[in-house]
């Protein structure tokens, strides 16, 4: 009897540690999902919106930060560099 208490305990044991691994990683939500292809397809969709909007926004501000700096440089009246980038500017601006 005294075996089969402590074959117990170790099952139990291994048994709490595999749930805490299973829930930790979202293996069973993973899993779960995979059966659902709508659900799937849902979230796969409104992921991909979600990148394509963040990437467009963020480049936007980062083209926006390149042309302030690019104009203050200008203002600089740096005489090879200043030119190119007054053209540059420029383009931009006209379109």
Same mark, same amino acid.
């Given at each position: 009897?005294? +075996? &089969?208490?402590?074959?117990? &305990?170790? @099952? @139990?044991? !291994?048994?709490? +540690?595999?749930?805490?691994?299973?829930?930790?990683?979202?293996? @069973?939500? /993973?899993?779960?999902?995979? #059966?659902? +292809? &709508?659900?799937?397809?849902?979230? !796969?969709?409104?992921? #991909?919106? %979600? +990148?394509? /909007?963040?990437?467009?926004? #963020?480049?936007? =501000? *980062?083209?926006?930060?390149? *042309?302030?700096?690019?104009?203050?440089?200008?203002? *600089?009246?740096?005489? $090879?560099?200043?030119?190119?980038?007054?053209?540059? $500017?420029? =383009? $931009? !601006? %006209?379109?």
């Amino acid at each position: 009897m005294f +075996k &089969k208490g402590r074959l117990e &305990k170790r @099952l @139990l044991r !291994n048994l709490e +540690k595999l749930n805490f691994i299973l829930t930790k990683n979202n293996i @069973l939500e /993973i899993a779960e999902l995979l #059966g659902n +292809k &709508k659900e799937l397809i849902i979230r !796969n969709l409104i992921t #991909g919106i %979600s +990148k394509g /909007i963040g990437i467009g926004i #963020g480049f936007t =501000i *980062l083209t926006a930060i390149l *042309l302030m700096v690019l104009q203050k440089i200008v203002t *600089l009246n740096i005489p $090879v560099i200043g030119d190119y980038i007054a053209d540059i $500017v420029e =383009i $931009v !601006n %006209s379109k």
